[in-house]
Each structure stands twice: as structure tokens, then as C-alpha cells.
């Protein structure tokens, strides 16, 4: 096939094999946050240029080299949303629904879109659940998202394989401390950093202790902490998240050197990794962005918030074996029909037993087909049962019933007794 009618590299087709798992985690998270009260917001794929660079920060990974921008037609710079908060508090802004202080919990689920080097983990186009909360300033809502992602992890069973680390940035000004502290300490090795953090060091230098590079690794070991410098404030905040996290019994570790890689955080930030998917460990990932939304135009207003990595988690999933069982099972029953006449009473008979139980999982055979071939289908798409209605039972007003999992024999089912037969072994069996 030529390139040019193929999917774009780093952007993957989900085929209906990996559906099923991909809704059976959506919709996990989906329940979950509505028990603990976010409400679902949904904003375009599609933003100005502009708000991107003004959220995420100039001197960050994304807006130097990873966004997909492009000139619309009438000469905007247009860009695909590479993450959910700008667009986030954009909408909350644009609305009115975080003035007056009013609380918003918030959480969205969709495509976000880097140029980055595709391989494992890493995509183009990938997804994400994230949750913004504004107006909420204390450490009992930082430690409301962590606690909600620990209790996802366990309805996952992914408690055993990820890790909780935290840090905090502070407030803006004992950030800026912090970093004329770092910038003083590292200017003084410069010629032993590596390239990279040597432009980060006027960049951006926070970026610096994110380095991957081995030498300069070596280098920080020695270097000012953050946590030296935290304002009384930000300290107690911090405190109060930890006190938190060891009431409920979650574990941490403190990790100095985690300062994400967009411009807005202060205070909180945190990461759940994983050593499971290797090199892109990180699956859920946020902080607290006190001055965002007043950077953004609006009143000052605390944020909090997170974002994990579907195809990640998905992957995770399945690496560790924790695909439910019932997820290979998509059909309860496969009705198979033959002849003319069968095939028209096997549709009328259907449609009858979706109206009384409308949960139930029933395919009927298309395009016909041999006996044997329609059971072959039937047993493939791995139903719990077959019904059979040919001119025999047709004129009897019965349908065969034939369990496919070993249990039990073939019988005969009067059409008016159907339903209640399958509301006992399907439905609640
Ligand atoms: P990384 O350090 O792996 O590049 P990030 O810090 O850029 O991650 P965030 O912007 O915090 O990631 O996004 C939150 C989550 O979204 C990540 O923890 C990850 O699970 C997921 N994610 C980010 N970029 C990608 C990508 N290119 N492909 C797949 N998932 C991604
Ligand atoms: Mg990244």
C-alpha cells in the first residue's frame, strides 16, 4: 500500500481485539471519578497556537519541538492540543464557571497529539484521562487525586507495579530563589554539563535536573535542593499531603529532582512510574498550578490536576496479565437461523428478547451460511450458547438451545419461555 494511504506513523489504528480493553479501562476510571464528583468536560482538539505557549511555557519540550501547528485557511495559527489543561482553563475561563471562587472538579478523556520519536509507550497520537480542579488551594485535594489514582491501581490490580514520587516546586518566588541557587552552583561546571543542559542552564534551568545524561547526573548529586529553599508555606502545604497520603497508607518516595516538564507547576507535583513498560515509566502524571489561571488572564486561581497515559496503562494491563477474563467474551448468544422463512422468525424472535432483556449480548447470524459454518462462527465469537431455528423448530415454535462451554446438553425452548430461560443462565448466571 502506498505510504500516503496508510495511518501516519506514531498514529495507531485500535483495532476491535484491543477495544474491549481500552473501554473496560475508561470506563473503570470514568465510574470512579464520577463516585468521588468530577464532572466530564470536553473541549475541541483544535486550539490557537498562541494558547499553548502562553499555558504550557515558551522553553519546554512541547512547544520547542513538539507540536503538530499549522495555518488554517483563513492565516490563524491553529495547533492539535499536545495536552488537555490550557484548553482545560481556557473553557473554565471562557465560561465564567471558576469565577466567585466556585469550585470546579473537572476531568476530560481524548486524543493529544506530540511530534516525538514513536517506539513503545510513545505515540503521536495518544490519549488521555486528566482531571483539573480549580478554586481548591489545600493539600486535601492534592491528596484527594492521589488517593483516587491508588484506588484506581487497585480496581486494576496495578498496585504492586507503580510507584508514587512527589516533590514540590513552592511558590513562584521561592522557585525563583531556588533557581538563581542552581543556576550559580551549575554555572560553575558548565563545561562538564552536557550539551543540552547547557542550553537548559539559560533556558530553563529547573529542565536541568531532568537530564537522562550520566555525567551531569553526577554533577547535581552536589547540587542546591529544592526542598532548601521551599517558603514556610509551600513546606506546610507539602506537610499536610503527606500526612494525608500516611493516613490512607500510600507509599511515596520524595524525588528532588522531579520539576516535570511544563512551565505552570508549583507546590505539588507528582508521578506514578512504573518499571514494567521500560523506558516510558511514567503513567499518571500532574501537580498543582497556583498562578496558571491568572497567567492566562483570569482572576487568581488555584488549580490542581493530572493526566495519565491510556495506551500506557493498557500496556500495563496486559504485561501483567490483568486482562479481565470476561473481556474475551463479547457475545452471550449466537442465534443461527436457516432457511428463508427461519431466518425472518429468528429476527422477530430477537428483537422480542431485546426488549425483555436489554442487556443481553445476542448476535445473529448474517449471510446465512452451511449448518456447519454458522456454527463454527458461533463457537468462534465465543458466545455461552447457540439457538438454533431451522424448519423443524419453526414449526414448533421452539428453538434449539445449545450450550458451547460444556454445560450441559442441547434443548428445546418454547419461543414464549425464552427469555426467562436466558434471564437464568446468561443474564444473572
Ligand atoms: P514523558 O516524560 O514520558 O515524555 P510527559 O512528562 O511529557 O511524559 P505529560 O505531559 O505529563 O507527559 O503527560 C501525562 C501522561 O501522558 C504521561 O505520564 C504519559 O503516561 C502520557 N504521555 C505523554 N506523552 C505521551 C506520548 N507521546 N505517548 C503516549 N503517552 C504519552
Ligand atoms: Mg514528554
Known amino acids: 500500500m502506498s505510504k500516503s494511504l ?77 495536552e488537555g489543561t490550557a484548553a482545560c482553563v481556557r473553557a473554565v475561563l471562557e465560561h465564567g464557571i471558576t469565577g466567585g471562587g466556585q469550585v470546579q472538579k473537572l476531568w476530560y478523556i481524548g486524543p493529544m497529539f506530540r511530534h516525538e520519536r514513536p517506539q513503545k509507550g510513545r505515540y503521536r497520537q495518544f490519549h488521555q484521562i486528566g482531571l483539573e480542579v480549580f478554586n481548591l488551594d489545600g493539600p486535601d485535594i492534592d491528596a484527594e487525586l492521589i488517593v483516587m489514582t491508588w484506588r484506581l ?13 512527589l516533590n514540590s516546586l513552592g511558590t513562584s518566588e521561592s522557585r525563583g530563589r531556588y533557581r538563581e ?120 486561581t488555584p488549580g490542581v490536576g493530572f493526566a495519565m497515559g491510556i ?21 452471550d448468544v449466537y442465534l443461527c437461523a436457516f432457511g428463508e422463512a427461519a431466518e425472518l422468525a429468528a429476527l422477530s424472535l430477537s428483537e422480542r428478547i431485546r426488549d425483555q432483556l436489554p442487556n443481553l449480548r445476542l448476535q445473529i447470524n448474517a449471510g446465512a451460511g452451511s449448518f456447519k459454518s454458522q456454527f463454527k462462527k458461533a463457537d468462534k465469537s465465543g458466545a455461552l450458547y447457540a439457538l438454533i431455528l431451522g424448519d423443524d423448530e419453526l414449526a414448533q415454535q421452539v428453538v434449539g438451545f445449545k450450550p458451547l462451554r460444556g454445560q450441559g446438553e442441547q434443548q428445546s425452548i418454547a419461543w414464549d419461555a425464552l427469555a426467562a430461560h436466558l434471564a437464568t443462565c446468561v443474564v444473572q448466571g
Open 6 to 82: 496508510q495511518a501516519i506513523r506514531g498514529m495507531n489504528d485500535i483495532l476491535p481485539e484491543q477495544t474491549p480493553l481500552w473501554r473496560y479501562f475508561e470506563g473503570t476510571v470514568a465510574r470512579l471519578l464520577d463516585n468521588y464528583g468530577y464532572r466530564q468536560i470536553r473541549m475541541p482538539i483544535v486550539e490557537f497556537t498562541e494558547l499553548f505557549k502562553r499555558s504550557i511555557g515558551e522553553v519546554t519540550d512541547i512547544v520547542e519541538k513538539e507540536m503538530y501547528t499549522f495555518d488554517d485557511r483563513n492565516g490563524d495559527s491553529l495547533t492539535l492540543r499536545p
Open 153 to 165: 491501581w487497585g480496581e486494576l490490580g496495578l498496585r504492586d507495579a507503580v510507584k508514587l514520587e
Open 181 to 300: 541557587a542552581l543556576v550559580e552552583f551549575l554555572s560553575a561546571h558548565i563545561d562538564k554539563l552536557d550539551e543540552d543542559s547547557q542550553r537548559r542552564l539559560k533556558t530553563n534551568p529547573l529542565r536541568v535536573l531532568d537530564t537522562k545524561n550520566a555525567e551531569t547526573q553526577a554533577i547535581l548529586v552536589d547540587a542546591p535542593k529544592m526542598a532548601d529553599y521551599l517558603d514556610d508555606e509551600s513546606r506546610a502545604h507539602f506537610e499536610g499531603l503527606k500526612a494525608r497520603l500516611d493516613a490512607v497508607g500510600i507509599p511515596y518516595v520524595i524525588n528532588p529532582k522531579l520539576v516535570r516538564g511544563l512551565d505552570y507547576y508549583s507546590k505539588t507535583v507528582f508521578e506514578w512510574v512504573t518499571d514494567k513498560l521500560g523506558a516510558q515509566g511514567t503513567v499518571c502524571a500532574g501537580g498543582r498550578y497556583d498562578g496558571l489561571v491568572e497567567q492566562m488572564g483570569g482572576k487568581p
Open 311 to 331: 495506551e500506557r496503562l493498557v500496556l500495563m494491563l496486559e504485561a501483567l496479565d490483568k486482562v479481565p477474563e470476561e473481556l474475551s467474551r463479547q457475545v
